[in-house]
């Protein structure tokens, strides 16, 4: 199973971005989809997941201003990050959790078996 993540990049505090994660390899369908971030000198944290139905979990940091989908006809999660705070700045990594159908979404990184490469989302002041 691979997961390529992509989009990001620089954007001004306030504005907007989006990443997103294709999956390729495996059952798409069958997967909670995660995206977990790292800043600089910080430990990775979780930001988002979705569960195969489409239910979604947030963190409390970014609830309210992210908003995860997934397309599962593209094999791909959506992440929409709006009101971006500098805070905001680290590498999104994309993970997939492949847990029996009735596991709950899960907010820690040992539950995902599977993780994408990063991508750098910079929110400038």
């Known amino acids: 199973v691979q997961l390529q993540a992509s989009g990001g990049g620089l954007v001004q505090a306030g504005g907007s971005a989006r990443v997103s994660c294709a999956v390729s390899?495996?059952?798409?369908?069958?997967?909670?989809m995660g995206w977990f971030r790292q800043a600089p000198g910080k430990e990775r944290e979780f930001v988002a997941a979705?569960?195969?139905?489409?239910?979604?979990e947030y963190a409390d940091s970014v609830k309210g201003r992210f908003t995860l989908s997934r397309e599962n006809a593209k094999n791909t999660v959506f992440l929409q990050m709006n009101s971006l705070k500098p805070e905001d700045t680290a590498v999104y990594f994309c993970a997939a959790d492949p847990s029996i159908v009735t596991a709950p979404i899960s907010t820690k990184q040992t539950a995902y078996d599977y993780w994408g490469q990063g991508t750098q989302v910079t929110v400038s002041s």
């Open positions: 390899g495996g059952t798409f369908s069958r997967y909670i």
């Open positions: 979705i569960s195969r139905n489409s239910r979604t």
